[in-house]
């Protein structure tokens, strides 16, 4: 997706379904979600795809977004930990800087796995990137009703999940 059609897109706060057909559009596409987000965001990814999440922009953003007031905040929820540590993954850093403002959580394994990723802002804005082996991806940046769906299983999921203690342990 032409870096045009995501800033007219969010200019307009549009009901228009945009698709993103690679990762570093995808990734370009999330950080102007969350840019544009009020209050909260929502993460879904079952190891927070480094080629999406895991980039000096992203970081800025999420950053950003978390300091700007004190009620903004991130909530991750990530299939394991384990990647997150291999690959160094910054997000995983920033959350434990943040740790009052962005949480991540390991998805409780009686939870069946989905295949997915998506991302949800407020209660209006999602992204969806429907297999996680797949580049395409949808985004809306103005659909409460579809939003709606994706936040009942992330909502649902994050009471029944917990944290790790190694995703809460500084780095020395």
């Known amino acids: 997706m032409p870096k045009e ?20 559009e995808s990734s370009e596409t999330i950080a102007e979600l969350i840019r544009i987000a009020k209050l909260t965001v929502y993460i879904y990814s079952p ?8 980039t000096n922009r992203m970081l800025d953003i999420c950053q950003e977004f978390a300091l700007r007031r004190p009620q903004n905040k991130i909530d991750i929820l990530v299939d394991e930990a384990s990647q997150l540590h291999k690959v ?12 009052s403002r962005i949480a ?12 997915d ?24 940046f103005d659909n409460a009703q579809k939003t709606a769906e994706f936040l009942k299983f ?3 999921s994050w009471e ?13």
Request: hydrophobic share 30%.
């Open 47 to 54: 190891s927070l795809t480094p080629r999406i999440f895991n």
């Open 160 to 172: 029944l999940s917990a944290s790790d203690s190694n995703l809460r342990s500084m780095l020395l």
């Open 5 to 24: 059609a995501t800033e007219k897109a969010t200019a307009e706060k549009s009901t228009e379904v945009v698709t993103t057909t690679s990762l570093q």
């Open 117 to 140: 990723e998506f991302v949800c802002i407020d209660k209006n804005g999602y992204f969806h990137r429907p297999s996680t082996g797949h580049v395409e991806a949808h985004c809306c």
């Open 154 to 156: 992330f909502h649902e």
């Open 88 to 99: 160094d993954h910054q997000l995983l850093k920033l959350s434990q800087r943040c740790s």
């Open 104 to 115: 991540i959580k390991i998805i409780n394994s009686e939870i069946p796995k989905r295949g």
